[in-house]
């Protein structure tokens, strides 16, 4: 039995048997990842765009390893100096927020999300502004609220009954979010690029249209960032492509770096309703994560993020040429999130050629790869994964 098999045959004794697995991953060091049989891959997941700076960046490693040596866990009973340092190097990349509130998860900072901008409008004498108003196919979690106000039906399924207040019109649709947000909205909640939903970027001037909209009928504009954020479409958040400030914004994923840390940005107006009792966290914020978050944002002040947008380029350059093989329909997302929409051919059998040539990458559905390589990824090891996908397209069965 293989390294991998073993760890299979162990993990379906005794674990929940919610995710499906493939292989084992033991190690990592930048782009690159080894599993339990000692095959090296591109890590063209990057943990569900979670490693921005690839595996075991150096100075990552060495921020937690300080920390570790220094303080772990105090609980926010205490000022954490860490969490106070990380608050306000994001709120300087991030001109119109003034308040910050750390968590574990981007499901943790889409439900801080969710619960203060009901607890906005009912603080001001308007409870019965209450209505949450979301897209459909958007994704923002798995705890409850997040699974009601995410636009997947089938998260929701069999965990009714779901939260109430909550309504789903369709991404990208300014006339329908005309009709659904009126005086009983809390809130709108976006994601900028649907990142769940295979990579799906709001169509030009959606998100302006919801500012307005929002702004108008005294509603919240929330945005949430988990995915899009942290230098991963090029810029430290995908708002700022669009010209537009939010409310409320949440981020996880890439804030972190592959620690386990989420945030909530808030306006001093709105970020004052989260008042002394009112929410928290027992992990949230802990130097740890934090220690770890200030290193990740260091760096991306570093020139990453201008490389990554040069190699981003050549990437996507790469996987149009890839439309001459006859499988690919087209490309879309930005920076280091895109999306490679498949023809022909199902997008799970390419992933598994893909594996088998030396690159992850996950499908979404039936005809979408999803690719969110680090920021630090290089010319070179855009051409490779270029290379290893094409073979990979060219050697998946045809679709029956
Ligand atoms: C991943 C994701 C979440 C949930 O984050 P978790 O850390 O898994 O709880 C929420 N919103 C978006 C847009 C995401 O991509």
Not at 139 to 158: A, C, D, S, W
Not at 287 to 298: G, M, R
Not at 304 to 332: F, N, P, Q, W
Not at 365 to 375: E, I, M, N, Y
Request: hydrophobic content about 45%.
């Amino acid at each position: 039995m293989t390294g991998n098999e073993s760890v299979a045959q162990r993990a379906q004794k005794v674990l929940t048997p919610n995710y499906r697995q493939s292989i084992a991953l033991v190690r990592g060091e930048g782009v690159r990842v080894w599993d339990a049989d000692g095959k090296e891959y591109l890590d063209f997941l990057g943990g569900v765009a979670v490693n921005v700076l690839g595996h075991c960046h150096p100075a990552l490693v060495a921020a937690l390893e300080a920390q570790a040596r220094t303080v772990w866990h105090v609980s926010n009973h205490y000022f954490i100096p860490r969490q106070v340092e990380l608050a306000e190097a994001l709120l300087a990349v991030t001109p119109w927020a003034r308040r910050a509130f750390f968590c574990n998860s981007g499901a943790e900072a889409n439900e801080a999300m969710l619960k203060l901008a009901r607890k906005y409008h009912s603080d001001r004498g308007h409870p019965e502004r209450n209505e949450i108003v979301a897209c459909h196919d958007s994704f923002h979690g798995r705890t409850l609220f997040t699974v009601t106000v995410g636009g997947q039906e089938k998260y929701r399924h069999g965990f009714e009954p779901v939260v109430p207040g909550v309504r789903h019109v369709p991404f990208g649709d300014v006339a329908a979010l005309e009709a659904a947000v009126g005086d009983r909205t809390a809130a709108f909640i976006v994601e900028p690029i649907l990142g769940e939903s295979g990579v799906v970027p709001a169509p030009e001037g959606y998100l302006k249209a919801a500012r307005e909209l929002t702004r108008k009928r005294g509603a919240l504009l929330l945005l949430d960032e988990v995915q899009t954020g942290i230098g991963r479409t090029g810029k430290t958040w995908a708002h700022e492509w669009a010209g537009v400030t939010p409310d409320l914004m949440s981020s996880a994923k890439a804030l972190g770096g592959g620690f386990p840390i989420g945030a909530l940005l808030a306006t001093e107006e709105v970020g004052a309703h989260l008042t002394p009792g009112s929410h928290g966290s027992t992990f949230g914020g802990n130097p740890l994560a934090c220690a770890v978050a200030l290193a990740v944002l260091k760096e991306l002040r570093e020139g990453v993020l201008e490389r990554s947008r040069e190699v981003s380029a050549r990437l996507v350059a790469g996987l149009e040429k890839l439309r001459a093989g006859g499988r690919v329909d087209r490309i879309r997302g930005q920076g280091m999130l895109l999306g490679v929409v498949v023809k022909g051919v199902a997008a799970g059998e390419v992933m598994k050629a893909a594996r088998a040539r030396g690159l992850l990458v996950n499908a979404i559905g039936d005809d979408v790869l999803r690719l969110a390589p680090p920021l630090t990824l290089t010319a070179a090891e855009a051409d490779l994964a270029v290379e290893r996908l094409g073979a990979a397209l060219a050697a998946a069965p045809a679709k029956a």
